[in-house]
């Protein structure tokens, strides 16, 4: 078999949009690290973005939903014929299904290193569902069979993962919080005039606590606390948990929250917010609009729940309330609401935080020591 090309890394992921919201600009630090970088992935409306970093795009189909095993199996076999014509000296699988799909077709082509990023156990590892209570153990005799090899890492954003996959595979994950947030764009503005804005940016899914932040715009409606609920992000149809966009536009007609829909223009909604607030109860690595809104030098509210609470020291950059709660969301959210000098004191602290934990160049580099740890070992 021909070697591999020892200045080719390759990234594996479901789909583009989550590549370029997520690991675009790690893509683009390896690329200036030296290496030639190839993206593979289901190929939607990002093709442009990616190509214009100057990294190589190989499309790949993969379900986010079902498991029809002929399709898979065909998925599987597609990455591995890929992976052999590129000879990648290192594979990068960011998800549950790539991660397992990639590592097992890296090992069919003979990929010498193999990186998986896990950020969050997702819905799989929340759902009480039939189909999830079936296949959560079967995805854990996965983990073990194709993590434990030497030349596999598996990179996690909080310690509550890290201790769930070395209790699921023996093997100690790799810390590395979030996928980083860049200082330069986000940066703390001046409170903008006006009732205070309120924001969650977000997959539009039940599970983010969209519920639970609909509900508390009900309550301070009623308690008559002058502010405006914003949604920011779209629905999420390849999940099963998403929510309708006539659901959405329902709740806007009535009143209590905005939907903004999908913005790219991330930076500007911070600037025009005072709060950010995420009460979900998914399975988070750490939410990228969470160290986003930190770095923005806004206070955050959410939920006492793995991945939300890495980004939060309560009561000095933001509150913690109990997931799937209302009602203290809204206690929350008015006491930072009705108190000027207490947001301007988190907000403070919040960027504080960005600049110490969350910084990109640093989550670059510790993904990049890994990387080349694991070529000196493979060599």
């Known amino acids: 078999m021909t070697a591999p090309d020892s200045k080719r890394v390759a990234f594996c992921t479901t789909v583009d949009w989550y590549f370029c919201h997520h690991y675009l600009a790690l893509a683009r630090a390896v690329r200036d690290a030296g290496f030639a970088v190839t993206v593979i992935t289901g190929v939607g409306e990002y093709a442009d973005l990616i190509r214009g970093a100057g990294l190589d795009l190989i499309p790949l189909a993969v379900s986010r939903k079902g498991m029809n095993p002929l399709r898979e199996i065909k998925s599987i076999l597609a990455l591995k014929h890929i992976l052999r014509r590129l000879r990648p000296v290192l594979l990068h699988n960011i998800a549950q299904k790539p991660v397992l799909y990639g590592t097992l077709a890296a090992r069919l082509a003979s990929v010498p290193v193999v990186v998986n990023g896990i950020a969050g156990m997702g819905h799989l590892f929340t759902s009480e569902s039939g189909r999830a209570r079936v296949l959560r153990p079967l995805v854990g005799r996965a983990y073990r069979a194709l993590l434990t090899a030497p030349n596999v890492r598996v990179l996690v954003q909080n310690p509550h993962d890290q201790r769930q996959l070395l ?5 100690e994950p790799v810390l590395i919080l979030g996928s980083g947030v860049d200082l330069t764009r986000f940066v703390p503005r001046p409170e903008p005039p006006g009732p205070p804005v309120v924001v969650l940016a977000s997959r539009m899914l039940w599970d983010k606590g969209i519920g639970e932040f ?4 009900r309550l301070l409606r009623e308690r008559e606390i002058p502010a405006r609920l914003v949604l920011v992000g779209k629905p999420d149809p390849g999940n099963p948990a998403s929510v309708s966009e006539d659901q959405l536009r329902d709740w806007g007609r009535e009143g209590s929250i905005e939907w903004w829909g999908y913005r790219a223009d991330m930076p500007a909604v911070m600037a025009a917010a005072q709060i950010a607030c995420l009460p979900s109860y998914y399975r988070e690595g750490l939410p990228k609009f969470l160290i986003e809104a930190a770095a923005a030098g806004l206070p955050l509210v959410t939920t006492d729940a793995t991945g939300c609470r890495e980004a939060v020291e309560p009561g000095a950059n933001g509150l913690l309330v109990p997931p799937r709660d209302p009602v203290a969301l809204a206690d929350a959210l008015e006491l930072l609401l009705s108190d000027g000098d207490l947001r301007r004191r988190f907000g403070v602290r919040s960027r504080v935080l960005a600049e110490e934990r969350f910084d990109a160049t ?18």
């Open 362 to 379: 640093r989550i670059h580099a510790a993904t990049l020591a890994v990387y080349l740890e694991l070529l000196r070992i493979a060599r």
């Open 214 to 217: 609909v509900a508390a715009a």
């Open 167 to 171: 209790r699921l595979t023996g093997v």
